[in-house]
């Protein structure tokens, strides 16, 4: 059956939800970073589960590939349509079903972002802590196994989501997991579709474990003589089991495009911005310790504060950092890597990465998830320069092998997308089979987000 | 091929290693709960990987069985030959590898058991804190997706385990995860893997999480005056977010087997027994507050201690249940019933347990961890009186569905084996069948483990 069919019954299913303009279709085939727009033939919005079931069950007659959609903020090409098809795009699934403050978990709709819940959650005194930076659907974070800058205290969503409900490439619609707070009971299918891309089936409800808002909370930064010195102050702070809500790291590159960008004053060099989450006193004392192992590594005076605004604008300006870099190359694109090695290795990474990308002569600022051994080169290259490309996907390359070696992974968190599929087979070896027959298994005819995460056959 | 000429290489592979004496048959086709001994055909104990893959190799070739063995402590059948066939028994695969005190983590055989790996770790400040009360190895645990006392503070096996190296069914050796703290680099084969209960293949290593030891500990004891009061001080306690490293629930049958069988004069009530890890202050604060929420409820003043004596004491009793109540009732088989629900439900769900065992007629004492929601009641039948077995099935299944209808599991630690297999639908509907079709994924010939967790068919 031709898609021109799939595309009427769709129609017959959802009326105006069917989108075939050419606006919607681009903005669904585009991507944060570097790569090459490739839009579906159709974006459908759906608004319940029995929705997603049908579309699925329409789209797997006629053979057409299904790619769902969330905020579109993922990085290596996740959501864009390699081979055409339906995207699914989640937007008016973004309800907050359930909060349950006495187990502290919520069940939500995939399209709920994670400000939009935690903006609901504030007056019961948790919160959803997982925090890309970007404001991401909850459901797209489930599928690229999001974490971010809180990830060193709280967990990435591997952590944090507790079972799925998810509409398989047949139609069925499945539940994976309980709300007990473990389980024995068999294959832990809600760990294997967290991180799956959407290879395996749509996300159409998320229960997730939600924590205590932090009675005190303080954050602070500080910058150290050179990349060294601040990777020592880091590695050790976390050997030393001080227990960090955050701990991110920039370089003197990023410090510049900050100050650009958002106006600060910071100094030229590498720094680190921490934050600490307990009791007013526990809070004092963990910046306290920290404060003595940053001079120890000659770092400047460590400013904290337990001050809202001042910890807002520091974050926002982390958040921001992604931005920032870009604008401080006009016009350029990015190629974004995102290696993540044993901690124990931290300094040896940024280092070889630091002498590689000064090699390159590319522009390419360092900033990261530092306490989880996770940092991220932007690598800016101008688009009508495939050379620099080339450079910049070279460099990347060499970066994912050296994170192997270490012991670490490609991707700490960014996901595979088809950005990283080049590394997959050096970083699992026969493992990557595995996951191809698992999806296999699943999706026997390839339709769910093909030519992503698995070998492609 | 006939298994014999399976047996004939596996003696040209291993020489000695190869058991077919009966006793050695038999303990390997034993249960620690109520199932009917069913042997395997030969026990082979492997030395290395390439050992193992050879041995797969051998059997998958002649369509024979393999079931793998740690300590054979689980408690659903799970390492019975319920088809025959071979046991891989590693025993002799022991070595603690690698420990990385820097990056707290360590890469082990399976056979290591829990107390061998944490003597070894005692010098380095670090230890492994999934502890199931029996000296199991930590392939079974990983098996099993094993937890325990610690797992309120510490998390389960799903939490502990960074990577696995595994012996597929067609012999392929493959290795999950990394030693990065976090990845996002494709489907979660390690995930996968934990709490498969060898159905997908053998695990030949494993990598570990490290915790610090703790600075500070102190653990204490208290009765209530019923079970209500006990459950409703957890639950408090848990909502309040005061961060206990252990809390343990034994009821007044179970108090009275304890001192039976250790000598003790606990007050034949409802107790909590419950640890704190830190610092000597935030242990002290920690103790009094929970000591203040024992008094909201009636319970008897909370006596703690730092001391180690007492509280080796203190676990050694609690780690001992099991035996003391199988003992409570000499000759009985036990069937150990393991529901996990949200924690709001906790006092519902042991309520109903308690009133049910009550009209049954049985022995039934209860213990568990509370605090993440999991009991037992462990069911003493005389093995002589099928009438007996049946009953308590009967009363096993309706806590199991009670539980599922609570929102949680019919089992949060031990896992299905082939005991829980009837519940196994009506928890996971269709995502069942979802396990079974990623085990036939991995599995064709239905030669590992067979007749556990998956639907036969
Ligand atoms: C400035 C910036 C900073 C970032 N920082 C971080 C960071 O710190 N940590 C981090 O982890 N990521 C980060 N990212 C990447 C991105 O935010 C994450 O990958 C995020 O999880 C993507 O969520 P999304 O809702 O945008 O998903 P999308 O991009 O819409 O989709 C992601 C993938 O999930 C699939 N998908 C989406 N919804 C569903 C569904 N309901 N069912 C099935 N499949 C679905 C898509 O097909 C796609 O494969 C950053 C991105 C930007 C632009
Ligand atoms: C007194 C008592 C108390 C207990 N308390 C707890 C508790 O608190 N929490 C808890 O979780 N459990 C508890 N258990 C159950 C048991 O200790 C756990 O299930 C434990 O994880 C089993 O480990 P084992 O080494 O004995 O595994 P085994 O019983 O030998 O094997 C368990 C399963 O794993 C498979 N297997 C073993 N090794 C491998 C391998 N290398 N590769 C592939 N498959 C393998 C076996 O085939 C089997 O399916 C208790 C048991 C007893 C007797």
Chains 1, 2 share one sequence.
Request: with cysteine.
């Amino acid at each position: 059956m031709p898609i021109a069919q799939a595309i009427d019954d769709l129609k017959t299913l959802l009326g105006e939800r069917v989108s075939l303009s050419k606006s919607d279709l681009d903005a669904h085939g585009a991507s944060e970073s570097y790569f090459p727009s490739t839009p579906p033939q159709a974006v459908v919005y759906p608004r319940t589960t029995e929705e997603v079931r049908d579309i699925v069950k329409i789209c797997a007659k006629a053979d057409v590939p299904m790619i769902g959609w969330g905020a579109g903020t993922s990085l290596e090409g996740h959501g864009q349509a390699l081979r055409g098809g339906v995207t699914v795009d989640f937007r008016h699934m973004n309800r907050v079903l359930e909060i349950r403050p006495a187990d502290m978990d919520v069940t939500v709709q995939p399209g709920v972002t994670r400000e939009a819940l935690n903006e609901e959650l504030r007056a019961t005194g948790l919160f959803f802590p997982v925090d890309p930076g970007a404001n991401a659907s909850l459901g797209g974070m489930a599928m690229t196994r999001a974490s971010g800058t809180t990830t060193v205290r709280y967990g990435s969503m591997r952590d944090n989501v507790m079972g799925l409900e998810v509409v398989l490439a047949d139609g069925r619609v499945i539940r994976t997991g309980t709300r007990a707070r473990k389980s024995a009971a068999g294959y832990d299918l809600t760990a294997l579709m967290v991180g799956s891309e959407g290879t395996l089936g749509l996300v159409t409800e998320l229960t997730l474990r939600l924590h205590g808002q932090p009675e005190a909370v303080s954050a602070g930064i500080c910058a150290f003589p050179d990349m060294n010195a601040a990777t020592a102050c880091v590695m050790e702070t976390i050997q030393m089991g001080i227990p960090l809500a955050r701990i991110e790291f920039a370089c003197a590159q990023t410090a510049r495009a900050f100050n650009a960008y958002a106006g600060t004053d910071m100094a030229e060099a590498p720094h680190l911005m921490v934050e600490f989450h307990g009791s007013p006193q526990s809070t004092e004392q963990d910046a306290e310790r920290f404060a003595e192992i940053v001079a120890d590594h000659d770092g400047s005076a460590f400013r904290w504060s337990a001050r809202e605004e001042e910890r807002r604008a520091l974050w926002a300006m982390r958040h921001n950092g992604y931005y920032a870099i870009l604008a401080s190359r006009p016009g350029a694109r990015a190629v974004v890597t995102d290696i993540c090695v044993p901690i124990s290795r931290l300094a040896q990474a940024v280092e070889a990465t630091q002498a590689d990308i000064a090699a390159s002569g590319l522009p390419g600022p360092i900033l990261g998830h530092v306490g989880d051994g996770n940092f991220h080169a932007i690598l800016l290259v101008d688009p009508d320069q495939p050379a620099e490309l080339d450079k910049a996907k070279d460099l990347a390359a060499r970066m994912a092998t050296r994170a192997i070696q270490l012991g670490g992974t490609c991707t700490g968190e960014h996901g595979v997308g088809y950005g990283k599929l080049p590394f997959m087979q050096s970083e699992h070896g026969d493992a990557w089979q595995v996951m191809g027959s698992v999806k296999t298994a699943l999706d026997p005819q390839n339709l769910m987000n093909p030519g992503k995460l698995v070998p492609s056959n």
